[in-house]
Nanobody, 122 residues
Framework: QVQLVESGGGLVQAGGSLRLSCAAS????????QGWYRQAPGKQRELVAD???????KYADSVKGRFTISRDNAKNTVYLQMNSLKPEDTAVYYC????????????????WGQGTQVTVSS
C-alpha cells in the first residue's frame, strides 16, 4: 500500500531554513498534483505549495519568495525548501498527492502523510 512519509521538521530560529521531504513508499500513478499543506494550532489546514504533473507551481502569498517546492521523480520524493522562516510558519506540515480521474486510473485519490512539526522561535 502506498504511503507518504514526511521528514525534516524541527525547531529553528526565525530567519533560519529547513528542508522538508515527503517520500512515497511505492509508485504513485496518475498524479495530478503534489503539495504541502500546514495546520497551525486553532487554524484550518491551508495550502502552502503545490506542483502539478506538468511542473507548474503555486504558492500561498505568505510564503512566496521564501519557500520552494520541488520533486525528484527517480526517488519518488517531494521537497519543500523553507528559507527566511518566521514564527508564523510554525505548524504541522503535511504532504499530499492527488490524482486519478483519468482513463488509466479513473478512481480519484487523495493521499496524505502523517505530518511533521515545524517550530520557528522568535
Amino acid at each position: 500500500q502506498v504511503q507518504l512519509v514526511e521528514s525534516g521538521g524541527g525547531l529553528v530560529q526565525a530567519g533560519g531554513s529547513l528542508r522538508l521531504s515527503c517520500a512515497a513508499s511505492g509508485s504513485i500513478f496518475s498524479i495530478n498534483s503534489q503539495g504541502w499543506y500546514r495546520q497551525a494550532p486553532g487554524k484550518q489546514r491551508e495550502l502552502v505549495a503545490d506542483i502539478t504533473s506538468g511542473g507548474d507551481t503555486k504558492y500561498a502569498d505568505s510564503v512566496k519568495g521564501r519557500f520552494t517546492i520541488s520533486r525528484d521523480n527517480a526517488k519518488n520524493t517531494v521537497y519543500l525548501q523553507m528559507n527566511s522562516l518566521k514564527p508564523e510558519d510554525t505548524a504541522v506540515y503535511y504532504c499530499n498527492a492527488a490524482g486519478g480521474g483519468d482513463y488509466y486510473y479513473p478512481d480519484p485519490y487523495d493521499i496524505w502523510g502523517q505530518g511533521t512539526q515545524v517550530t520557528v522561535s522568535s
